[in-house]
């Protein structure tokens, strides 16, 4: 999802932004949040510290968390200052405090969607973002909505959560990056 958000900012975004620092970004962004999660996840199950994919036990969350937690610092002060795409960093802003907030609730043994976390924060950013540059992304808006709403189906229908489960993580999501537009808007 991070991924989609970067898309999206870069593809509506009307500043000038080099091609080759656009390449960049994206290769960067791709290989710490897509490639290396992957290889730690299977890091992590050969040391079985985790069962499946899926995470099906609360405590099963807390490594994964706290490794996408360094990832994303990783990403704010290396590949994302603020000086450079201050809409983006602030992004990962969101998303290292929806992470956080998310392995909190997991060390009390409450299991919100991630899932809807990553929904949330993609969707309030790209509202964000139309709002920022005066820039009419309905149809994009409407396709992010129905997303949301088919990953919150998909996992009512796999009984992976339960309704409240996904609206706090919907909010866990959405709420950060809503409450850091103050920073960049």
Known sequence: MPIIGVIFYFSKSPRYIPEPIIKAKLFALV????????LLFVLLKLRQLVSSIHLPNVSE?????????????????????????????????????STLSCLI?????????????????????AIAISIHFNINTNLSLALFFILTGAVASSRLHMHAHNAAELIIGFFIGALPQLIL?????
């Open 61 to 97: 969350r807390i490594y994964p968390l706290i490794l996408n937690t360094v990832i994303t610092v990783v990403i704010i002060q290396r590949i994302l200052p603020a000086n450079e795409l201050i809409e983006i960093h602030y992004f990962f802003v969101g998303i290292l405090i």
């Open 105 to 125: 609730l997991t060390l009390f043994k409450y299991k919100a969607s991630i899932h809807m976390i990553a929904t949330g924060g993609v969707l309030m950013f």
């Open 181 to 185: 537009l103050n920073y960049w808007l």
């Open 31 to 38: 290989l710490l949040t897509i490639i290396l999660p992957i």
